[in-house]
């Protein structure tokens, strides 16, 4: 569903490249982790990837039609003027083109991300932990076949990171595509079926969850993982 084809972007300024020669193909039924330090280039990544940035060199293919595709940043993409219902019914009618279906999906995922105290509250009233759970929901409502999410989880409480990780490994299942960028590593480990590491802008491991836990024998945690691997190239 996505090929991401030796990209690279260097930012004015800046001597070391944000992404070199960066690489990942993303399939159906595939939850992958994207593991890396801040700055490593994963928020360049994906917003190459939304078609936000032109990447230097490479190619980008997604094989899915914009419908079918649910992006949350790590920024706020919200309208602060609307409810939360609103704002997840536009997030699904942009991406399909029509407002078929648009409230049952608005309303599944407002229901599992537990937004129905807060779905006639307008955006700008919510809390961050609200209002994070707002954006999640405008992206992957209607569960797009493609979804990426950076850092999604940021600000929510424990209940709500299983709600989100279970909705999609839900997605995956049923033959979606997911990418995420979690800082939530320890749990993510147990969801999702492969772990690309990107250090320093390039993809230092691509590898099935198991394979890739194998760098930190006895450890659950990717991260842990990942700290391995690093040092081991560092070395």
């Not at 690309?196 to 491991?205: E, F």
């Amino acid at each position: 569903m996505l090929s991401v084809d030796r990209v690279s972007k260097q930012y004015p300024g800046n001597p070391t490249p944000a992404l070199e020669k960066a690489s990942l193909d993303l399939e159906a039924g595939e939850l992958v982790a994207l593991i890396g330090h801040n700055g490593a280039g994963k928020s360049t990544l994906f917003d190459i990837v939304a078609g936000l940035r032109r990447p230097d060199s490479g190619t980008v293919r997604r094989d899915v039609p914009a419908a079918e595709f649910g992006w949350c940043p790590q920024r706020e993409v919200i309208d602060w003027s609307l409810t939360v219902s609103q704002n997840i019914e536009l997030g699904v009618a942009l991406r399909r083109g029509t407002l078929r279906g648009v409230r049952r999906a608005a309303s599944e995922i407002a229901e599992i991300l537990n937004l129905g105290p807060v779905l006639h509250r307008q955006a700008q009233t919510l809390s961050g932990g609200e209002l994070r759970r707002c954006q999640i929901a405008r992206a992957i409502a209607g569960r797009p076949r493609l979804m990426l999410l950076d850092e999604p989880t940021t600000g929510l409480d424990p209940d709500a990171v299983r709600q989100v990780f279970d909705y999609l490994q839900d997605s995956a299942r049923a033959g979606g595509a997911v990418l995420v960028s979690t800082h939530e590593t320890s749990r993510f480990s147990g969801y999702c079926t492969r772990v690309v590491a990107i250090h320093r802008g390039r993809v230092l491991a691509d590898r099935p969850t198991a394979a890739f836990l194998r760098a930190a024998p006895g450890s659950e945690d990717l991260w842990t993982a990942y700290q391995a691997l690093t040092e081991t190239e560092t070395s």
